[in-house]
């Protein structure tokens, strides 16, 4: 199981962390990324990082803006938001793809093997 937090109102220019935490297993085996889902849009891959190695993948709308993150001992994993954007308004998702202990393959997957169960970000003044 994934569970999201950290969502919630901001003014553009704003920031917030999201957290995802897992419960049952271990993520030191998962590829972890983040999507999301704007009112009337397709799900849209945010960014990713890699099992090992610490490597990620943003999506263009949000380079240099967002950063995500693990921290495998509180079976957790991170998305820092900086200078939120209205078009930034979207359910955000945590996903986790078992690629094996060694895996430092950073692109979005076809599959994940959870999901989490949403948590709402909504950027307006």
């Known amino acids: 199981q994934l ?6 109102s901001v003014q553009p220019g704003g920031s917030l962390r999201l957290s995802c935490v897992a419960s049952g297993y271990a993520l030191d085996v ?3 990324a983040w999507f999301r889902r704007a ?6 891959g945010v960014s990713c990082i890699s099992v090992v190695g610490g490597r990620t ?3 263009d709308s949000v380079k240099g803006r967002f950063t995500i993150s693990r ?19 979207a359910v955000y998702y945590c996903a986790a793809g078992n690629l094996g202990p060694y895996s430092n393959y950073a ?3 076809r599959e994940y093997d959870w999901w989490g169960q949403g948590t709402q970000v909504t950027v307006s003044s």
């Open 57 to 59: 993948k943003y999506a």
């Open 107 to 109: 692109q979005f997957l």
């Open 3 to 8: 569970v999201e937090s950290g969502g919630g």
């Open 30 to 32: 998962y590829q972890m």
């Open 71 to 89: 921290d495998n001992a509180k079976n957790t994993v991170y998305l820092e938001m900086n200078s939120l954007k209205p078009e930034d308004t």
């Open 39 to 44: 009112p009337g849009k397709e799900r849209e």
